[in-house]
């Protein structure tokens, strides 16, 4: 099973969580926020790029999607 920590607060997520790779949509929000700003800078342990590929395309979906007024 894959896993890795959540860019924001750096909690160890499995691939298998609901927000993957981020450990809550709290998190996924900040960090979205991160990339618009332009001032985010990949230090984590991403280097795969099928998985750098499999988040542009959750983030590219995330546009309308009602789980971003979850809490
Ligand atoms: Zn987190």
Not at 5 to 28: I, K
Not at 45 to 69: F, R, T, V, W
């Amino acid at each position: 099973m894959r896993a890795l920590r959540c860019p924001t607060c750096r909690v160890l997520v499995l691939q298998t969580a609901e927000d993957f790779p981020f450990c809550s949509n709290r998190c996924r929000v900040i960090d979205l926020g991160k990339w618009a700003s332009g001032g985010y800078v990949i230090s984590t342990k991403i280097n795969d790029p099928e998985m750098l590929e499999s988040l542009a395309d959750e983030q590219s979906q995330d546009d309308g999607d009602s789980s971003s007024h979850k809490q």
